[in-house]
């Protein structure tokens, strides 16, 4: 190889270990990641990286295991300012007795980003890229997440009823559709649409959000088939299950991320494997509410897309990923009586390519692939808590929590270094924290 095939390029990211995702189930020792621009020039030996590329930074992770920044498929960011606040209760009495008071008296520019920037400090230093996010003011969280410069899918919400960001349907879906267009094509932000649930959007609105999805590509994200009230409710009153009414109204298809899905029937994976759509999986709200289990291996030996996310803080009470994907292959086992359900890499992959597919990202997204955006985090595994390392991948779902996320990269910008937040002041963001939780204990 001679002077001019070296290729000069951004970032070298020397790794111990490297967990890729595609090929799947794959640990590869001593490695260079090299970033060029927002992509991923190459994954290559050390070796090969010496003789290939000259970078203007190199990064030894001598202790590390780096692999894609993780999807948090679903949750409400900005409800991070209402963490354990309202505890111990079922679905319906948390929503309505606690939570859609305190958002009614709350919620409003000021608190959405606020509460957004508090999530994405913690998501960020737990080793999440990329968050899907269903909340109220989207054009506030599209705004907060683009200046921090974390991927976001932002959904604007939809639901029969009045709250702080609209009067009702129509004012939702206009409202909805200029963000849309705003939005749409960022290299940070993918705006969608987020009916809350089908117990509180009607067929109408249901309908306009399919058409707005069709006219516009963007992705659709509901609650669904949450808890087993939801369905019990849905058949006492039109004799169909959700899925079987969303399936009637045009609203399942390749688009439609459906969160929860903890009551499924072989009716309902019938209706997501013709359709295509997706399952976001919330293990830990799930069981906190109890509101049941998702069959994720079930889902999975169906062929039907399931990716992770931790819902709000309010219901979880944490968005650390890492911790939502060890509960994850923790319960499955019991779910499916079979130890060997959700084994780890089956659950990184849930929490990296699997969500970049629920996105329609998988082209650039979810793996550590030469092309794709350079999204990457890195683990130190020398904690003593982590000794011996035999098998990387099973510390990272079964022994690591996300504290241990050291460093962390987006579009090949640095968001996480030696564990320290790069682009949030978090001190000048705890003030704030505190003076909302003042407001809020008042209440
Ligand atoms: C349409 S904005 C989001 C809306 O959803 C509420 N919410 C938060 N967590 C859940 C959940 O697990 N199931 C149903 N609804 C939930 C949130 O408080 C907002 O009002
Ligand atoms: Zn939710």
């Known amino acids: 190889m001679t002077a001019d095939t070296i290729t000069a390029a951004d970032i070298r990211i020397n790794a111990r270990w490297l967990v890729p995702v595609e090929p799947a189930n794959t640990v590869l020792h001593n490695q260079a990641v090299i970033i060029q621009g927002d992509r991923i020039a ?70 959405i980003a606020d509460g957004t920037q508090l999530a994405m400090a913690e998501m960020l230093r737990t080793g999440t890229t990329t968050f899907a996010d269903m909340y109220f003011f989207p054009e506030i969280v599209a705004q907060m997440a683009h200046d ?5 899918q932002v959904c604007f919400p939809l639901l029969d009823f009045p709250t702080p960001w609209g009067s009702g349907p129509d004012e939702y879906l206009d409202k909805g559709a200029a963000f849309i267009r705003d939005w ?20 109408d609105p249901m309908v306009r959000a399919v058409a707005l999805s069709a006219d ?3 992705p659709i994200q509901i609650h669904l088939h949450e808890t087993e009230f939801e369905v019990t409710e849905a058949l006492e009153k039109s004799g169909r299950r959700p899925t079987a009414r969303l399936a009637e109204l045009g609203v399942l298809g390749t688009r439609t991320q459906c969160v929860h899905m903890t009551q499924i ?27 049941g289990l998702c069959p994720v291996q079930k889902l999975e030996e169906a062929g039907i897309n399931v990716a992770i996310g931790t819902d709000g803080a309010a219901s979880n009470n944490d968005l650390d990923l890492f911790g939502e994907l060890r509960t994850a292959a923790m319960v499955a086992k019991v779910v499916a009586g079979d130890a060997a359900a959700l084994p780890a890499h089956q659950a990184i992959a849930m929490a990296t390519i699997q969500g970049a597919r629920a996105l329609g990202r998988e082209h650039d997204l979810g793996s550590l692939k030469a092309g794709k955006l350079a999204d990457i985090i890195a683990v130190d595994l020398s904690d003593p808590f982590l000794q011996p390392v035999y098998d990387p991948a099973s510390h990272l779902v079964y022994s690591n929590h996300g504290r241990q996320v050291s460093h962390s990269w987006i579009n090949g910008i640095p968001q ?28």
Request: glycine content about 6%; some cysteine; proline content about 5%.
């Open 216 to 218: 516009t590509g963007a």
């Open 148 to 152: 921090a410069g974390m991927r976001a």
């Open 42 to 111: 190459a994954v290559v030996s050390r070796e090969e990286a010496d003789a290939r590329f000259r970078v203007r930074e190199t990064i030894d992770l001598d202790h590390h295991v780096v692999l894609p920044g993780l999807i948090n498929m679903h949750g409400h960011a900005a409800m991070s300012l209402f963490r354990g606040m309202a505890d111990d209760l079922p679905l319906m009495t948390w929503l309505n007795d606690h939570i859609w008071p305190a958002e009614g008296a709350f919620i409003n520019e000021a608190f």
């Open 265 to 291: 029937d072989e009716s309902d994976i019938a209706l997501l494997q013709q359709s295509g759509a997706h399952v976001i999986h919330c293990p830990e709200s799930n069981l906190k509410l109890a509101s």
């Open 416 to 443: 996480v270094q030696e564990g320290r937040l790069t682009r949030i002041d978090v001190p000048d963001l705890m003030l704030r924290v505190q003076s909302w939780s003042d407001r809020i204990r008042k209440q």
């Open 184 to 203: 749409q094509g960022d290299d940070y932000i993918m705006p969608a649409i987020g009916p809350h649930a089908p117990y509180t959007v009607s067929d």
